[in-house]
C-alpha cells in the first residue's frame, strides 16, 4: 500500500512533516520549470514561467539570479537526502532521478552556457548570490564525497575578484550594485559580506557589515534601507526603501561573523522584521476545502509580488532559519524567527493549488493560488522558489511537528 501524497492530504489530519512538503515544491518546481538547455545533456535550467516551452524560454529575459535561487534550494534538498542516507530512496524525486546536487551541478553548467560561456554579469548582487548557493554546493559534494573541486575553485577564484574590485572605499566603503558603479546598496554589500565570511575573509565581511550599519541601518525601524549614491554636489544620498529580502543576508552575515555586538544587533534585527515585515494570515476560509494552516498564526512575513520582488520573502526566511537553530541568540529571538518561518510557510502550503504535474504556491502566503494565479494564469518562477526556499527553512527548523 503506498502512502498519501501530502500535496492533497489536509494539513489538519495529518502530522506536518516539513520535509515531505519541501519535497513536494521541489518536484513541482523540477517537473513544471526544469528542463535541459536546448536539449544538450549534462545541463539544467528553469523557463522563468510555466507553462514554457523550450525555444521560448532560451528567448526570454534572462534571469541570472533567479537560477542562483534555483542552485541554493537544491542544495537545501540535497541537504535533507545527505540527512537522509544520501540513498538513491532519500532523493527528493525518487531513486529513478538524480539526486539534488547532481541536479544542481547540472545547473550550474546551465547557467554558464546560457550566460554567454561566463559566470561574471553586469551586477554584483547576482554574482553574490550564486557564490554564495556554489559555495554551499562545494560543502555538499565534499560532504557526499562527490567533489568537484577544480570548477569550484575556478567559480570561487572568479567571482571573488569581482566582488574585490566592487567593495571600494568610495562612498565610504560597501559594495557597488552593478558595473556602472553609480550605486551601493544593501543588495549587494550583505550577500558579498556574508560570502566573505564563509570563505575565511572575516575582515573585509566586518567592514561592509561596519559600513551598513553607519550608512544605511535605519534607526527607528531597525532595518536596513536599500542603498546610497552621490548625487550632482558629491553628496551621499540615501534611497530609504525597505525590502525584506535585504534583511536575510545582513542576517546570515551578523550571523557567520559572530561576536557580541553582531549577535545583539541579528537578535533585535529578528524583532525588527517581526514588527515591522509581517501581516495578518491567511483566513482558514481560504485555505482549499476550508481547512485552516496546521498552527494558525496572527501574522506571516510580508510578501512582495512577482518578477524579482517573487524571490523576496523566501531569501529571508533562509536566514531566518539559521536564526532560529543558532544557540548563541537569546531563546525569545530564536523562537520569534522560528515562529516567523513556520506560520509563512503553514499560510503557503494552506493555499496551494493542484496542477497537473505537481503544485502551484501563491505570489502572496496571505491569498490563496486560486486567487493570484488561477487556471490558465502563467505562473512565475520566482514565486514558486520563494514558496520552496520558505519550505525548506521550515524543513530546518523543524523538520516534523504534531498537526493539530
Not at 537526502?81 to 532521478?97: I, K, Q, V, Y
Not at 554589500?189 to 535605519?218: E, S
Not at 496571505?366 to 512565475?380: C, F, K, L, S
Request: contains cysteine; hydrophobic residues 45%.
Amino acid at each position: 500500500m503506498t502512502s498519501p501524497d501530502p500535496s492533497t492530504a489536509p494539513s489538519s489530519l495529518q502530522p506536518v512533516d516539513w520535509q515531505d512538503r519541501a519535497n513536494v515544491a521541489a518536484r513541482s518546481v523540477t517537473a513544471l520549470f526544469g528542463r535541459r538547455l536546448l536539449w544538450l545533456p549534462g545541463t539544467h535550467l528553469a523557463a522563468v514561467q510555466w507553462p514554457s516551452k523550450q525555444l521560448k524560454n532560451l528567448l526570454q529575459p534572462w534571469h541570472y539570479w533567479w537560477q542562483a535561487h534555483y542552485v541554493d534550494c537544491l542544495v537545501d534538498a540535497g541537504r535533507r537526502e545527505l540527512g537522509n542516507g544520501a540513498t538513491p530512496a532519500a532523493r527528493f524525486n525518487g531513486p529513478d532521478h538524480p539526486s539534488a546536487g547532481k541536479l544542481a551541478s547540472r545547473l550550474v553548467t546551465g547557467i554558464r552556457l546560457r550566460n554567454a560561456f561566463t559566470f561574471v554579469n553586469s551586477y554584483y548582487d547576482d554574482m553574490a548570490w550564486l557564490a554564495l548557493a556554489t559555495h554551499r554546493l562545494e560543502k555538499l559534494a565534499e560532504e557526499t564525497r562527490k567533489p568537484g573541486q577544480r570548477r569550484h575553485a575556478r567559480i570561487r577564484e572568479k567571482l571573488t575578484l569581482q566582488f574585490d574590485s566592487a567593495s571600494t572605499d568610495d562612498l565610504g566603503g560597501g559594495t557597488f550594485w552593478s558595473k556602472k558603479r553609480d550605486f551601493k546598496n544593501t543588495p549587494a554589500t550583505a550577500p558579498v559580506a556574508l560570502y566573505y565570511a564563509r570563505t575565511g575573509h572575516q575582515a573585509k565581511a566586518q567592514r561592509l557589515v561596519d559600513w551598513l550599519n553607519a550608512v544605511l541601518f535605519d534607526e527607528p525601524q531597525g532595518l536596513y534601507l536599500d542603498g546610497a549614491r552621490l548625487n550632482a554636489a558629491g553628496e551621499v544620498v540615501v534611497e530609504g526603501n525597505i525590502y525584506t529580502y535585504n534583511q536575510g543576508p545582513v542576517l546570515g552575515a551578523l550571523l557567520e561573523l559572530g561576536g557580541e555586538a553582531n549577535l545583539a544587533r541579528a537578535a533585535a534585527l529578528i524583532g525588527a522584521v517581526a514588527r515591522h515585515l509581517t501581516v495578518p494570515t491567511l483566513a482558514p476560509e481560504l485555505a482549499p476545502g476550508g481547512a485552516p494552516p496546521a498552527a494558525p498564526p496572527s501574522r506571516v512575513l510580508r510578501c512582495d509580488g512577482t518578477g524579482d520582488g517573487g524571490l523576496f520573502t523566501g531569501i529571508l526566511c533562509r536566514y531566518l532559519a539559521l536564526a532560529a537553530l543558532d544557540d548563541r541568540l537569546p531563546a525569545s529571538a530564536r523562537s520569534a524567527a522560528a515562529e516567523l518561518v513556520l506560520a509563512t510557510a503553514d499560510a503557503f502550503w494552506a493555499g496551494r493549488r493542484l496542477v497537473d504535474g505537481g503544485v502551484v504556491f501563491s505570489i502572496h502566503a496571505t491569498q490563496p493560488a486560486g486567487a493570484t494565479y488561477p487556471p490558465g494564469a502563467a505562473v512565475e518562477l520566482s514565486t514558486q522558489l520563494q514558496a520552496w526556499m520558505v519550505l525548506e527553512a521550515a524543513a530546518t527548523v523543524q523538520p516534523k511537528r504534531a498537526g493539530n
